[in-house]
């Protein structure tokens, strides 16, 4: 059975998420932008799974989730083994100073966190990383392995294993957006503003 990963404070003032302005800061610094196994288009599938995941999993930030989805496989070098690539994607959030777009700090040591510890298959009892690394692990089926119950973290991401079912994929951006705009139904408002 995988570790369990420890938890983070609970997130107090969340922020919205202009996806347009951070995705034009990662972009030129991505190593992986590219690949077609954990590129752009992979970044995008994991927000959008993990916002599904994270309607049904209380006490997610969905705003966390979606920032682990853009950075945590940015730094990737190439699509072989590469184990330092988490901690590369806690680096690049800490250096964007995502705290200037009104992210507090609860809220990026979750991402560093999620981003660090995604790789091992691990598991997490923090609902907002463990929606992160669920997310993730349900797109292996794009290198031909097919997810596991035993490392999903939360009930939804097991759930949705059980299930059988492969997970709707947004098909842009935009869609994503329209999504975390939306009315709430992860348990609180992570929304102030409009994105």
Same mark, same amino acid.
């Given at each position: ?8 404070? $609970? ?9 347009? $302005? ?14 077609? +196994? ?29 920032? +682990? ?31 200037? +777009?009104? +992210? ?92």
């Amino acid at each position: 059975m995988p570790a369990v990963a420890g938890r983070v404070d $609970r997130v107090s003032e969340p922020a919205s998420l202009d996806l347009e $302005r951070i995705l034009a800061l990662v972009r030129p610094l991505s190593t992986s932008l590219g690949s077609g +196994f954990h590129g752009e288009d992979h970044w995008r599938d994991v927000a959008s799974i993990g916002l599904d995941l994270a309607e049904r999993t209380r006490e997610c930030d969905p705003i966390v989730v979606c920032l +682990f989805a853009l950075l945590h496989d940015a730094r990737r070098i190439g699509d072989d083994d590469d184990p330092q690539h988490g901690a590369r994607g806690a680096a690049l959030v800490h250096s964007l100073e995502l705290g200037r +777009f009104g +992210f507090s700090a609860a809220q990026l040591a979750l991402v560093e966190t999620a981003c660090r510890g995604h790789t091992g298959g691990a598991l997490s009892g923090d609902p907002t990383i463990g929606t992160c690394w669920d997310a993730d692990r349900l797109t292996l089926w794009r290198v031909g392995i097919a997810p596991t119950v035993d490392y999903m973290s939360t009930a939804a991401g097991r759930e949705t294993v059980a299930s059988g079912k492969r997970v709707a994929r947004a098909m842009d951006w935009s869609e994503v957006a329209r999504r975390l705009r939306r009315p709430s139904r992860y348990g609180s408002s992570h929304l102030k503003r409009g994105t």
